[in-house]
């Protein structure tokens, strides 16, 4: 049988894989994609997508229950759990449809199976019957898994991935989740809120400890709130099984139990199986070694999103794969600048930040302005009722480049492009300064930070 060949094949159809197998077909490059699951990957299955459909749900829950502040009169708001899992997993599959329409539109020959490399071009994939293709180049996009917790069971009645966290055949009452980070926060912020006694446990001294320590306390304050336990500064020394709930104990003696257990302590990248022990690539740890253009220590072939490390972003994936596209098509783009990328956690108020924090930029020896606005005085904030949180931006005062931004409060994962635009086109104070930002809008209190940065606020 004749070996189907292709310019590029692209192994994982993420959102890092599946963009690059459409930008490749765009540039007239004969394209196939293999993926051994679903398309969309993680993040549109599993992760980014399903998460805030269940967490919007709570949005509205929330709303509901606050409604008569509003002048609204509603006479109970109970969540349908189950429904709100349902619905989670009919907008992936919805979307998963989407990008399936896409690649047969763009001309992507699509390969169901594992793909194992033979060499720096041919491929095996097995799945519906064993099929070897080959490609004069090829990009590793097979994502990550859940990393896990040393010494801690990996499986087991009541031991939790977020793939059980998303899909789950009933609800407990209580429920403990280790690990604060993005994945972690999202996930206890949403069984909170439906009701599930939560306590999220964080080695580190803070929640979201990527994040500004003053972000992590509003963040934190507002769990709290809501009746959620945190543990921070936690180690933990030993879990074990006991009358139908697991107990877990810490350095300091405390101990917890709950009948579920969900680690969420990060992930790491998909290398095995591949076949790269057949080719010049390297792996540290768990990542795929790579220069600043994606390409690995073999010579046509690239490694993009979570298998070539940190961040480990979806929109930071699927910028790569537009990269190594055009790069396997002969063009020459740019590296990315990977601290303009911008990174967004939907708890509750919501997070997002990008560049250096204020902390981070005060260890560089810089001469630092900071501003903070809050949106307890932002009038479209008040209007909404939605005064928590604030904005910070991080500047050099000596020559007014931004060097960090740092949201939080209701909608701000929506405010966070127009900061990482500012920073890709190094625009300075006066810039941002100068530019007219539309009354009323929460996006004002970004102008405000900014000039606050500077000792010019008007509203503070």
Not at 20 to 39: I, K, N, P, W, Y
Not at 71 to 89: H, I, K, Q, Y
Not at 455 to 460: N, Q, T
Request: some cysteine; glycine content about 12%.
């Amino acid at each position: 049988m004749q070996v189907p060949e292709f310019d590029l094949l692209v192994i994982g159809g993420g959102p890092g894989g599946y963009v690059c197998a459409l930008r490749a077909a765009q540039l007239g490059l004969r394209t196939a994609l293999v993926e051994r699951d679903q398309l969309g990957g993680i993040c549109l299955n599993w992760g980014c997508i399903p998460t805030k459909s269940l967490l919007h749900s709570a949005d509205v829950l929330r709303a509901t229950r606050q409604a008569a502040e509003f002048g609204v009169d509603v006479e109970s708001a109970t969540p349908n759990v189950l429904a709100m899992f349902a619905r989670s997993r009919s907008v992936a599959k919805r979307l998963e449809n989407g990008v399936r329409s896409l690649l047969c539109k763009a001309g992507v020959t699509t390969l169901k199976g594992n793909a194992v490399l033979q060499d720096a071009h041919n491929v095996l994939v097995t799945g519906e019957g064993p099929q070897l293709a080959r490609a004069k180049q090829l990009v590793l996009a097979t994502g990550g898994k859940p990393r896990a917790l040393s010494g801690f069971p990996t499986q087991g009645d009541g031991i939790w991935s977020y793939r059980e966290a998303l899909n789950p055949t009933s609800v407990p009452a209580s429920m403990i989740v280790i690990g604060a980070g993005a994945i972690g926060a999202e996930l206890a912020t949403f069984y909170q809120s439906v009701g599930v006694q939560v306590t999220l446990v964080e080695r580190a001294d803070h929640v979201l400890p990527q994040e500004d320590e003053a972000v992590s306390r509003v963040v934190r304050d507002a769990m709290m709130a809501e009746g959620m336990n945190i543990k921070t500064a936690f180690e933990i020394t030993s879990v074990t099984r006991e009358s139908g709930e697991w107990r877990v104990k810490g350095a300091n003696g405390a101990q917890l139990s709950a009948p579920v257990v969900l680690v969420a302590v990060g992930i790491v990248g998909n290398t095995e199986g591949l076949g790269l022990e057949k080719t010049r690539v390297k792996v540290s740890g768990s990542r795929v070694v790579t220069d600043e253009l994606c390409r690995t220590h073999e010579p046509g072939i690239y490694a993009i999103g979570d298998v070539a490390g940190a961040p480990w972003l979806a929109h930071k994936a699927s910028h790569e794969g537009v990269l190594v596209a055009e790069l396997a098509a002969g063009r020459e783009p740019h590296g990315l600048d990977y601290t303009t990328i911008a990174a967004c956690t939907f708890t509750h108020p919501q997070v997002a930040s990008i560049g250096l924090t204020e902390a981070q930029a005060k260890q560089q020896a810089r001469d630092l302005r900071v501003g903070v606005f809050p949106f307890a005085v932002n009038g479209r904030a008040v209007a909404a009722g939605a005064t928590r949180g604030f904005v910070k931006t991080v500047f050099d005062g000596s020559t007014g480049r931004l060097l960090g931004a740092h949201l939080v409060g209701d909608g701000v994962s929506e405010l966070i492009n127009g900061l990482s635009m500012a920073m890709t086109l190094e625009s300075t104070e006066e810039e941002i300064m100068q530019s007219v930002f539309a009354h009323p809008t929460a996006s004002e209190a970004i102008h405000e930070s900014v000039l606050a940065a500077f000792g010019r606020a008007l509203h503070i």
